[in-house]
């Protein structure tokens, strides 16, 4: 059923403006100051098991979890990049880890060195089977890009054990997990090592779900209302984004692998209606999910404040993208490479500085002086967190970028999803892109190894118009699912050049969304732009868009190579005053404004920000 | 110290069309009504102390509240309205509750049938204190509107039993309530018996809170941040409104309390710059506060969202203006009245159904139907709540409203707060106020019974200016503090008439408050003014208000005779459309826009609705 495949991780070398950077400080910094902080903390020395109370902080219940994402970003990262040192520290890792699975199959540190007598006996809030989801799909990648076995070996008796436990039939018992994320990593297992036990097991997870809604109830006694865990309704009954962000969206990612390989439809149709109401109603213009800081939640439809009641944790986004990934494969449709590319350009690359090593949990839409975030939130980025699910988030995600670019179908033919210059080079295929994507929409597409092979090019939803030519001639393509189709005996050298019309616009919220009523954004393809104060002559909250604006790139300082900035037309108010309510109207003065893609913000110090701003 | 002091309850009769109908129905329909509420929810019979587990809900540690505020309405209402029927179920009441006290002076029915082992061991969640205040302000109003004296005996055998337990010396015990209320209670039975225990033991709570920050958590063991119930720091070093909104306000109230009879400056002090950061950084144009719905909480300066994840608790508007009368009352600062008006013409009313038995929680300041308001709030007026401390509220506040309208001072002179037409009869007093304020700024004010007196007339902050007429002519008078002194020996029938220049205006926020950013709110005087999708050709959402508008004063059907309606100038905007983000402006067309009074909307089914309206 799927129409595509991964191309490996190693066959796409990005050498953009806006990735390449982010990629390579990932490996380089992102990587081992999380592997650092990891030891810092306790949480490698945990699988020592040697904790007893008195001993520093207890091995918390999603501290494997931490440790396996950021061995998973291990992976990909020695992959790409070769270090033998990190690679002699990974398996020593991996022993380390393996020698504290218990004889049964068991891994847990929490519960291996205290509660011993509660495991899984609170799977709503414990996170054990989200613990052993996170070490499954480490054990997968290390597999996957290094060949090695013994974690993976380690994992199927983790799954096996699991399955002897949960599920329909005889000495079995009825279970979901608190926290998805097991289901999806129960199919990678299934993919690499074809034992079906992997895959009916994830099927049970996701089939089992909602039929209970008080099943948590009745397990721990803690009254909560079913749908913020999504258990209020059988999954495929479910028809929008509810309960917490990075938990729907694993779910959704667990639904779309399980209708793939199971060619259920029902499965995949649940996804399209949830992913549509996602987009169309309650996502962040930036790719950010999960408005409510109240438990990372989502919350109905149109309601997304941009500011210290907030919430758009940077782990949903990349979980966005990764189930709209899953949509795209699954389904061939370039649409889903659209929302790919609103989280991945905004709100993923806001998550963390340029220099790689702080994190926002929460990434607001706006922020001043004046607000204090609420709950876990903060108004600059953090080295870690206690609950440190987004540092660790971004090893693996980042790290994995490189498969975004591009993917192949079953017949050889080639897709170019998101045209950052790059190249691909990968059995017979040598493709070069270049251009400035997405700062611009030229883009040129050079076949470096002639053959005879189906070049798909992905036309840009946030294209108004797209113009081909092939070896500087003007063509036109069939276009499909979102990609226009080149296909020949191509010679080597070859060129498809295109222009994408890609405008800087001022985009408005639709009526509902209350917020931002009389503002605007300002977008160019997906990148989304903010205003800091540190570039402009007023405070942000005072000033206002000329809605005739016309635009003009301009560099700033401060923001690497990666980064050109855009200046427009606007206002800035004389006078605040200090009333809190005022009848008189406020002078406004022509003045020029500057805006950053918001993918780069507060790199420059802390700072007032704004991505929607009032209209004139 | 104090400047005024109160006329009495029966000396004055509202006849405007506001606010005398509100009383009206308080006493005919929201007395009755929660009297049968606390029937039928058991908070009456409770009180024979007899349940036993199993025998429907358990008393809950706050049910001798809710009962003792409607007590203390029935005492305002019948001294307004007599009624014999009310009066003698009021007294069985009284023979009720006082049958519950134990020996030992203790009531609260819940630590009375249940957790007898459990009292006074959690201050900080358990309410017995803040019930214990109500139960002492109910029987101070029965002893003050009624002569009776039996309530009120009990309970300073109550607050007798408390002072032996709390505070400092031999065989007490260090103590604060967890929600402030018993502090402003014991001033109110001080001055009615004059016996200084209970302003001794005021102080102390006044005193002792916030001297150990985490006093609550050594006590109950439960990590909650200290401002929340406002013990971070000692009250008078405490310069923000913070944590918990109603319970601030009442702490507020004790402070004033007490600063005014120990002539404590120091209280005084920290009273006003807390007032201050209220009105000027986290009050709602309405006179709403405690934005957050998390908590019934303040947060930051200008943190003042309008949807679904706001609050502005109906309770704490009331409480608002209660602190604010207090220190109108002390300073003799007409300013602060403007702050009552405020809460009283717009959140209080808006709380509270025309029809006086439905009620808001939380006031929202914008409602759309695609909202789904968070926690605890609600899109529609309920009847009662789990937790039914507005209603109960509304019992006590809104027969109180005459005793908002005129005060005098220790010499004899009167003082017109708030102009709405009513009579004063008092003494050698008789004295009519006509006009239709707050509708008009025009006011005449009669004097029918002669006599050498002072008569000052509050000038409302909302004023541009003022024209005053002696027997209609001309004149200008001294104005202190906020008020015109007309000090003479009047005649019978000279009257004294005056325009306030007080126009319909639109209202900007300060840029900080970035939620209303590019909107206006329509005010006249100290009424604000909402839309509502009922009175207009498009959604509420899609009306944008014209910068140069007139207003013309329209009649609407259906809310009572209460209510004039204004109609401006406007623009509709065509086709909203599906999509969440789009970068065609919108059509805008011309149209004609109404706004109702904030304080009666939704009284004509559920509708969108909103303060804050763009400007263009």
């Known amino acids: 059923m799927r129409k595509f495949k991964n191309v490996p991780i190693t066959a796409v070398k990005l050498h953009d403006k806006f990735l390449a950077p982010r990629v390579e400080t990932c490996i380089k910094v992102t990587i081992p100051s999380a592997l650092a902080k990891c030891r810092e903390t306790g949480r490698i020395d945990a699988y020592?098991?040697?904790?007893?109370?008195?001993?520093?902080?207890?091995?918390?219940?999603?501290?494997?979890?931490?440790?396996?994402?950021?061995?998973?970003?291990?992976?990909?990262?020695?992959?790409?990049?070769?270090?033998?040192?990190?690679?002699?520290?990974?398996d020593e890792l991996v022993d380390l880890i393996v020698s504290a699975q218990q004889p049964d199959g068991y891994l847990n540190v929490h519960f291996t060195v205290a509660d011993q007598d509660k495991r899984w006996k609170d799977l709503m809030l414990k996170h054990e089977l989200y613990c052993a989801g996170h070490l499954m799909e480490a054990a997968v990648a290390g597999f996957e890009m290094l060949g090695k076995r013994k974690f993976l070996d380690a994992m199927c008796r983790f799954a096996d054990y699991i399955d002897s436990l949960f599920g329909e039939g005889e000495g079995k018992r009825p279970g979901i997990p608190g926290h998805q994320e097991i289901e999806l990593a129960l199919i990678k297992l299934y993919r690499v090592t074809g034992n079906e036990r992997y895959l009916k097991l994830s099927k049970y997870f996701i089939d089992f779900r909602g039929q209970d809604p008080d099943f948590f109830q009745k397990e721990n006694g803690i009254g909560e209302p079913p749908v913020m865990k999504q258990v209020h309704l059988p999954v495929r009954e479910q028809t929008k984004a509810s309960g917490h962000a990075v938990r729907m969206m694993y779910m959704l990612c667990g639904m779309a692998d399980v209708g793939e390989e199971t060619g259920d439809e029902s499965l995949l149709d649940a996804c399209k209606t949830i992913y549509n109401n996602i987009v169309n109603r309650q996502m962040y213009i930036t790719g950010g999910i999960g408005s409510n800081w109240w438990h990372e939640n989502f919350t109905s439809d149109y309601d997304l404040p941009n500011g210290s009641n907030s919430y758009s944790e940077s782990c949903a986004s990349m979980a966005l993208a990764l189930f709209a990934r899953r949509m795209a494969y699954i389904t061939g449709e370039g649409a889903y490479v659209d929302t790919i590319e609103r989280a991945l350009f905004n709100t993923v690359l806001a998550g963390i500085s340029l220099h790689g090593d702080d994190y926002f949990y929460s990434n607001y839409h706006e922020i001043n002086d004046n607000y204090i975030p609420y709950h876990s939130g903060a108004r600059v980025r953090q080295k870690w967190f206690f609950c440190s699910c987004c540092p660790t988030s971004y090893c693996r995600f980042l790290t994995q970028i490189p498969q975004f670019i591009w993917n192949e179908d079953n017949n050889g033919g080639v897709y170019l999803n998101i045209p950052v210059a790059n190249t691909l080079d990968y059995g017979d295929k040598l493709i070069e892109v270049s251009g400035g994507y997405p700062e611009s929409g030229n883009v040129k597409v050079t076949v470096k190894k002639g053959g005879a092979f189906a070049l798909n090019i992905r036309i840009s939803g946030f294209a108004k118009s797209v113009k081909f030519r092939l070896n500087g001639a003007e063509v036109s393509a069939p276009v499909q699912n979102g990609y226009a189709l080149f296909e020949r005996k191509w010679q080597t050298g070859d060129t498809v050049d295109y222009d994408m019309d890609m405008p800087f616009e001022l985009m408005r919220s639709n009526s509902r969304l209350t917020e931002n009523l009389g503002k605007v954004a300002i977008t160019h393809g997906p990148v989304v732009y903010c205003c800091?104060?540190?570039?402009?002559?007023?405070?942000?909250?005072?000033?206002?868009?000329?809605?005739?604006?016309e635009f003009v790139l301009k560099e700033v300082n401060g923001l690497g190579k990666c980064a050109m900035a855009v200046e427009c037309d606007g206002f800035a108010a004389e006078d605040r005053g200090e009333a809190l309510y005022d009848s008189a109207p406020r002078r406004l003065n022509r003045c020029k404004i500057t805006a950053i893609p918001y993918g780069l913000w507060q790199n420059r110090g802390e700072t007032n920000m704004a991505v929607w701003m009032v209209e004139k």
């Open 48 to 90: 020592k098991l040697d904790w007893k109370p008195g001993k520093g902080d207890c091995p918390h219940v999603y501290w494997d979890s931490d440790v396996a994402k950021v061995l998973e970003g291990v992976a990909y990262s020695l992959a790409q990049s070769p270090d033998a040192e990190l690679e002699k520290y990974y």
């Open 532 to 549: 800091e104060n540190t570039d402009n002559i007023a405070d942000v909250r005072d000033l206002c868009i000329d809605s005739e604006t």
